[in-house]
């Protein structure tokens, strides 16, 4: 494709109009600042995507909201730990550059690509290039090349626009980049604004928005919930098209757990080396924090030797057959289950060894037996449980065996209204294994 053509995909008319030169695009963003008329080509985005005058122009002063200022630490600390340092990233609704320019004084970000309706960039730097333009009238394809994207903040306005167009960017930048960062707003906020009705009319509740936005994205990561307006809350999420292998990771933290199962008496004990304990730690089960090269933070639950290989393998069996039932339910018109998940399971660190693995903040929520269920599920959660419950599953190098007499059901209910079902071995099930020599 053509420069000019691509500068006129990027919204850029009077850019390519004025016969920009292509090495201009990567020079600086004065450059483009300078030459660029703001009011013309936003008069120009304005037209080609129908917007009305007030949606054509950056939003000035956002910094200077309260709600804003006072989360704005937090939201920078969290990108800072979770992007790979020396990263490109392409900022989209970028307002004045803050965010980008902070990621780069702390030297996270190598280079970064702001895009905003109107330029009111308030941190001029080589390392931060501005691009003029409404990303609803770009083709994704045309964007800067970079590793990740920054949508902070702006989906919620694009949703307002149109839902297809918004979901189509946003399905675009996933496909196009390694991880995209992003938070909206809330169904938490009450107050009467375009971009709230415009939510609630096409979802009921910020799982269901989520499940239905991030639907391309095979891993999400929740890095941060905090304070929005009204006594609402926004969720920073990390996202990812396709998972990588985790190769490379180490261990933050390891932790115990302490034996019980109401949730007030469950915790998660930090422990220094595994081998110092004194005996092993219940259900000869540890957890593990650990970080990846991608700075991904997962949680690992490790099963100890010498139990491990085979429980392990029974719980990947009964995963797979409860995450099977779990899609067709959700596929089913009934839509009963869209909340619930299982803990994903994977060979990891090596194939022989299976693990759960569960995104970071799933720990810090209430966790549940199975056998409580009565006091925390409605009955359609029971009823899903039941069903599993009853299952024979034959596993492999074991006897078919019946799951109801061989582990608990363990259902975790997040802060965000997924729950999370995963699977505890029981005694029973463990001297079943160790009478095969385990
Ligand atoms: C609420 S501010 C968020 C600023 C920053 N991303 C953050 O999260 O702190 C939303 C920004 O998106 C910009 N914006 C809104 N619609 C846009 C569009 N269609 N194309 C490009 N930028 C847009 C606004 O001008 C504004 O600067």
């Given at each position: 494709m053509k420069f000019s053509e691509r500068l006129r995909d990027l919204g850029l008319k009077i850019l390519a109009r004025k016969g920009f030169k292509k090495g201009a695009f990567s020079k600086g963003a004065t450059n483009i600042r300078q030459s660029a008329s703001s009011t013309d080509v936003s008069k120009e985005i304005g037209k080609t995507v129908g917007g009305s005058p007030s949606a054509r122009k950056a939003q000035r002063g956002y910094y200077h909201l309260a709600s804003a200022a006072k989360v704005l630490e937090g939201r920078i600390d969290a990108l800072a730990c979770s992007i790979p340092t020396g990263s490109t990233i392409l900022d989209i609704g970028c307002n004045d550059g803050t965010i980008s320019s902070a990621l780069i004084d702390r030297g996270v970000l190598k280079k970064a690509y702001g895009i905003d309706l109107e330029n009111i960039i308030a941190h001029e730097r080589p390392e931060f290039e501005f691009i003029e333009g409404d990303i609803r009238a770009m083709d994704i394809a045309s964007l800067p090349d970079a590793d990740g994207v920054l949508l902070l903040n702006v989906l919620h306005h694009l949703i307002r626009s149109s839902r297809k167009r918004a979901q189509e960017i946003l399905d675009g930048l996933l496909q196009r980049y390694k991880f995209v960062f992003i938070d909206l707003g809330s169904f938490s906020e009450e107050e009467d604004r375009?971009?709230?009705?415009?939510?609630?009319?096409?979802?009921?509740?910020?799982?269901?928005?989520?499940?239905?936005?991030?639907?391309?994205?095979?891993?999400?990561?929740?890095?941060?919930?905090?304070?929005?307006?009204?006594?609402?809350?926004?969720?920073?999420?990390?996202?990812?098209?396709?998972?990588?292998?985790?190769?490379?990771?180490?261990?933050?933290?390891?932790?115990?757990?302490?034996?019980?199962?109401?949730?007030?008496?469950?915790?998660?004990?930090?422990?220094?080396?595994?081998?110092?304990?004194?005996?092993?730690?219940?259900?000869?089960?540890?957890?593990?924090?650990?970080?990846?090269?991608?700075?991904?933070?997962?949680?690992?639950?490790?099963?100890?030797?010498?139990?491990?290989?085979?429980?392990?393998?029974?719980?990947?069996?009964?995963?797979?057959?409860?995450?099977?039932?779990?899609?067709?339910?959700?596929?089913?018109?009934?839509?009963?289950?869209?909340?619930?998940?299982?803990?994903?399971?994977?060979?990891?660190?090596?194939?022989?060894?299976?693990?759960?693995?569960?995104?970071?903040?799933?720990?810090?929520?209430?966790?549940?037996?199975?056998?409580?269920?009565?006091?925390?599920?409605?009955?359609?959660?029971?009823?899903?449980?039941?069903?599993?419950?009853?299952?024979?599953?034959?596993?492999?190098?074991?006897?078919?065996?019946?799951?109801?007499?061989?582990?608990?059901?363990?259902?975790?209910?997040?802060?965000?209204?997924?729950?999370?079902i995963d699977f505890e071995p029981n005694f029973w099930a463990r001297r079943f294994l160790l009478d095969k020599g385990e």
């Open positions: 375009g971009w709230r009705r415009a939510i609630g009319r096409h979802w009921n509740s910020d799982a269901e928005m989520w499940d239905s936005l991030f639907q391309k994205a095979a891993w999400r990561f929740k890095l941060l919930r905090y304070p929005a307006q009204d006594g609402g809350h926004r969720v920073l999420w990390k996202l990812y098209h396709t998972p990588y292998e985790l190769r490379e990771f180490s261990v933050v933290q390891s932790f115990v757990k302490t034996p019980g199962s109401w949730p007030g008496d469950k915790a998660l004990l930090p422990i220094g080396d595994v081998n110092e304990l004194s005996k092993p730690p219940a259900g000869r089960v540890i957890f593990e924090k650990i970080i990846s090269a991608q700075r991904d933070i997962f949680w690992v639950k490790r099963y100890l030797p010498p139990l491990r290989p085979g429980v392990a393998s029974m719980e990947y069996e009964i995963w797979r057959a409860v995450k099977k039932n779990l899609e067709e339910r959700k596929l089913s018109s009934e839509k009963k289950f869209v909340h619930l998940a299982v803990s994903e399971l994977v060979e990891f660190p090596d194939p022989r060894v299976v693990c759960a693995i569960y995104e970071p903040d799933i720990l810090a929520s209430a966790a549940v037996h199975f056998q409580d269920w009565i006091k925390f599920f409605d009955a359609s959660d029971a009823y899903l449980l039941g069903a599993f419950a009853a299952r024979t599953l034959s596993m492999r190098d074991l006897r078919r065996v019946k799951i109801i007499h061989i582990c608990d059901f363990q259902a975790v209910s997040a802060w965000d209204g997924i729950k999370l």
